[in-house]
């Protein structure tokens, strides 16, 4: 059974610096694709950053040029670097996963597409 543990969440000011890290374990068929995503308080569910399986990555239009993703493959840990934070970052950061030829190739944000999911680590950011 395919286990996500995401931690690195915390309480910044703006524009101060977190890094989220998320740990995948259980699956053992190859690579898995990897993304972030949020949600905020009455808010829909946005995806934040994702990085296919052979290392390409897209991200949000809102937090592009502030936050990096990057997975250390050996270990099956994937990394959200946030910097200058924005109050409007505060949201519940989700990791999430799914094999090879699940996700569309470019580093996918469609939260469908994604068969794993972590509980979840809170970000708040105050002004």
């Known amino acids: 059974q395919v286990q996500l543990q995401e931690s690195g969440g915390g309480s910044v000011q703006s524009g101060g610096s977190l890094r989220l890290s998320c740990v995948a374990s259980?699956?053992?068929?190859?690579?898995?694709?990897k993304g972030w995503f949020r949600r905020a308080p009455g808010k829909d569910r946005e995806g934040v950053a994702a990085?296919?399986?052979?290392?390409?990555?897209s991200y949000a239009d809102s937090v592009k040029g502030r936050f990096t993703i990057s997975e250390d493959s050996a270990k099956n840990i994937v990394y959200l670097q946030m910097n200058s934070l924005k109050p409007e970052d505060t949201a519940m950061y989700y990791c999430?996963?799914?094999?090879?030829?699940?996700?569309?190739?470019?580093?996918?944000?469609?939260?469908?597409?994604?068969?794993?999911w972590g509980q979840g680590t809170q970000v708040t950011v105050s002004s």
């Open positions: 999430a996963a799914s094999p090879r030829g699940w996700v569309r190739p470019g580093g996918s944000r469609g939260a469908h597409e994604y068969e794993y």
């Open positions: 990085i296919d399986c052979d290392g390409v990555s």
């Open positions: 259980g699956y053992k068929y190859g690579s898995l694709c």
